[in-house]
Structure formats: structure tokens, C-alpha cells
């Protein structure tokens, strides 16, 4: 089992509807965790990080932590065409200075 | 963007020949990775650097070696191309081990 999982997807949603993401861990020594967008073709870059539990807003995305169920998640309000691609949930190793990545999510916004 | 290049971008290799793939940053930051990405896979760590000389193993190093003799290049070789090593390989690199990791564009790499 992978320390960290992501529903593979493809999660479809209309256009300016929520779209909700959703990461387990399996370490509970993890005390951050990274959300990462992907578009086709390119590299990851980095969109939010959370580390603390509760609620964590920027702008349209919101990250939410639950360490005592062990779950991540990132909602995006508004969604937008330009917000499809695949989105990377990782975790920080506790003490290792590497993060440990899901599978990855991949979300179409349908116009 | 972070300041993090790789080359070459792309390369077609046949089986048992040995390939080297080259990250250079300008950020000087400490921490450098290597990682795979492969369908259904997500991101896969092979090795990363904690300081010039020091590096560790990831989760799929088997067939892969590293090298930083210069904080600011981290290069990757694969002593013997194999097929199953017919991947997209991204280098990243951290400031503070792990945290806000910022990739580079990406390599493709065949293995014929």
C-alpha cells in the first residue's frame, strides 16, 4: 500500500461547480502535505501547502487536513476549464526531508 | 520560475547502453531530487541530495546511481538502459528538505 492515495480519477465537473480532491496517508508521522498541479506535458508546480488541521484558503482553493482520519483534501470554488489537469497530493516524511506522492488525480472542468 | 534546468529534454537509447541525465539550478538550494513518473504511477523518488556528496536512495533506485560534486548540478545515470527504465524523469529541488519542491521541466527518456 502506498503511504500516500489518490483516486486516479477521472473526476469531471461542470464549469463553476466545486471540485473536491481527496488524499488518505498511511503515516501518521506526516505533518505536511503539498498539493501539486500537473497539466499535460509539463512539470508540477506547487499550488498549496498545509500543515496544520483544519481549513487553509487561497483565493479559489481551499486545503483541508484531518490528522486524526488521516485525510487531505483541496476543493477548488469556481472551477474553470483552465483548472483541469491532474492534481498530486504528497506527503512530507516526518524527519526524512522527502515527500511521498499519490498517484494523482486527474480533473476535467467540462464548459 | 525556479531556476532549474535539465538535459537533455529528450533521448532514445537502446538497451544495455549507459545514460546520464544533467539537473543544474542557479537557487542554490540544498536539496536536490530526482524522481520517475510513469502512468498510473504518480511521481516516484529514485535518489536525492542533501549536500554536495550526500545523497540517499528513494523508493526505486535499483539501476540508478547519483552524483553532486557541485551544489548546483545533480546528475543521474543508468549504468545499463533497460525498457522498464522508458520513463519521464523530473528533477526538484528544495530549500528546506522537502518543502515547496520546485521541478524541472522534464526529460523524456526511451529505452529501445
Known amino acids: 500500500q502506498k503511504e500516500v492515495e489518490q483516486n486516479s480519477g477521472p473526476l469531471s465537473v461542470p464549469e463553476g461547480a466545486i471540485a473536491s480532491l481527496n488524499c488518505t496517508y498511511s503515516?501518521?508521522?506526516?505533518?505536511?502535505f503539498f498539493w501539486y498541479r500537473q497539466y499535460s506535458g509539463k512539470s508540477p508546480e506547487l499550488i498549496m501547502f498545509i500543515y496544520s488541521n483544519g481549513d487553509k484558503e487561497d483565493g479559489r482553493f481551499t486545503a483541508q487536513l484531518n490528522k486524526a482520519s488521516q485525510y487531505v483534501s483541496l476543493l477548488i470554488r469556481d472551477s474553470q476549464p483552465s483548472d483541469s489537469a491532474t492534481y498530486l497530493c504528497a506527503g512530507l516524511i516526518q524527519g526524512a526531508q522527502k515527500l511521498v506522492f499519490g498517484q494523482g488525480t486527474r480533473l476535467t472542468i467540462n464548459p | 520560475d525556479a531556476g532549474i534546468t535539465q538535459s537533455p529534454r529528450h533521448k532514445v537509447t537502446e538497451t544495455g547502453t549507459p545514460v546520464t541525465l544533467r539537473c543544474h539550478q542557479t537557487?542554490?538550494?540544498?536539496?536536490m531530487y530526482w524522481y520517475r513518473q510513469d502512468p498510473g504511477h504518480g511521481l516516484r523518488l529514485i535518489h536525492y541530495s542533501y549536500g554536495v556528496k550526500d545523497t540517499d536512495k528513494g523508493e526505486v533506485s535499483d539501476g540508478y546511481s547519483v552524483s553532486r560534486s557541485k551544489t548546483e548540478d545533480f546528475l543521474l545515470t543508468l549504468e545499463s538502459a533497460t525498457s522498464s527504465q522508458t520513463s519521464v524523469y523530473f528533477c526538484?529541488?528544495?530549500?528546506?528538505?522537502?518543502?515547496?519542491?520546485?521541478f524541472g521541466p522534464g526529460t523524456r527518456l526511451t529505452v529501445l
Open positions: 503515516d501518521r508521522g506526516s505533518q505536511s
Open positions: 526538484a529541488i528544495s530549500e528546506s528538505g522537502g518543502f515547496e519542491e520546485f
Open positions: 537557487e542554490n538550494h540544498r536539496y
